[in-house]
């Protein structure tokens, strides 16, 4: 866990392709993927450590959107989303936040995609991001990458679209 925090405070522009070149995104993958159905720290700052470390550049987001970290962290929302009696919001905006990170590039929001992320981007904005400081704005940032970008833009369209009655209702709480 302390290599995690360590790799989540390093993050800065300065230190993120450094950071990359370690091969970090191997080690937090390996324990990310050990941990993904059990809620621990490990498993946090794990998700604190890629988020952080898609925040610092494009570089470094696309180092992260070719492994198979994206599958976990959406994994990791459907983890957390899925049982409503032992949530962790922090982990569910955690995940999110690495998300609209990750999904600022192109390329990467087309995979969140394939990987179901807009769905469970809705549930978490439905049912946990909505009453969290920053949560709706997340979440919706999260969607306006999918809707606007890549290939997969005009299919994320017509899914909010065709749920219009839930969109309209949970984006009118944002």
Do not use: W
Not at 48 to 66: D, P, T
Not at 122 to 132: D, K
């Amino acid at each position: 866990m302390a290599m995690c925090m360590v790799i989540k405070s390093l993050s800065l522009a300065t230190h993120g392709n450094r950071i990359l070149d370690s091969g970090v995104i191997d080690f937090v993958t390996i324990h990310l993927e050990d941990r993904i159905g059990i809620r621990d720290p490990l498993r946090a700052a794990a998700i604190k450590a890629i988020s952080a470390l898609a925040s610092v550049n494009f570089a470094c987001r696309e180092s992260i959107g070719h492994t198979k970290v994206l599958k976990l962290i959406v994994d990791a929302l459907s983890v957390d989303s899925a049982d409503q009696n032992s949530l962790l919001v922090e982990e569910v905006v955690d995940s999110c936040e690495a998300m609209m990170h990750l999904s600022l590039n192109t390329a990467i929001a087309e995979r969140l995609v394939g990987f179901h992320a807009l769905a469970q981007v809705l549930n978490a904005l439905e049912s946990t991001l909505i009453g969290e400081e920053y949560g709706a704005e997340v979440g919706s940032m999260i969607l306006l990458n999918f809707v606007r970008f890549g290939s997969t833009a005009n299919g994320c369209r017509r899914t909010l679209v065709s749920m219009i009655p839930r969109s309209i209702n949970i984006l009118d709480r944002v």
